[in-house]
């Protein structure tokens, strides 16, 4: 089982990024999948995340209105769509997924079983 989050990069601030979250070995289907992200130093921050069925979202505080989470059921992929990106924003980001996950636990990263490897995203001033 693995998860694949690529479309890093580096970018300057202003700019948007979409990232992808691709699973090999499972499915998204029924399942909640989320973005987090780690910035040096920092704890590993939740950032938004997509039930795959029902397809609702869910939102960090600090990139509301700024990032959009899809996902593309013939492609079994989710999106993370970010812009205007701010310095602040650079960080490690990595794609997680699970079952079973309750609403009021979607924003912590104990309850995702299957984890990618982090795709790195460097926004420049």
């Known amino acids: 089982v693995q998860l694949q989050a690529s479309g890093g990069g580096l970018v300057q601030a202003g700019e948007s990024l979409t990232l992808s979250c691709a699973a090999s070995g499972l499915t998204f289907r029924s399942k909640t999948v989320a973005w987090f992200r780690q910035a040096p130093g920092k704890e590993r921050e939740f950032i938004a995340g997509?039930?795959?069925?029902?397809?609702?979202?869910y939102y960090g505080d600090s990139i509301k209105g700024r990032f959009t989470v899809s996902r593309d059921s013939a492609k079994d992929t989710v999106y993370l769509r970010m812009n205007s990106l701010e310095p602040e924003d650079t960080a490690v980001y990595y794609c997680?997924?699970?079952?079973?996950?309750?609403?009021?636990?979607?924003?912590?990263?104990?309850?995702?079983?299957?984890w990618g490897q982090g795709t790195l995203v460097t926004v420049s001033s």
């Open positions: 997509i039930r795959w069925n029902s397809r609702h979202t």
């Open positions: 997680a997924a699970a079952s079973g996950v309750i609403v009021s636990a979607v924003t912590s990263r104990d309850q995702y079983h299957y």
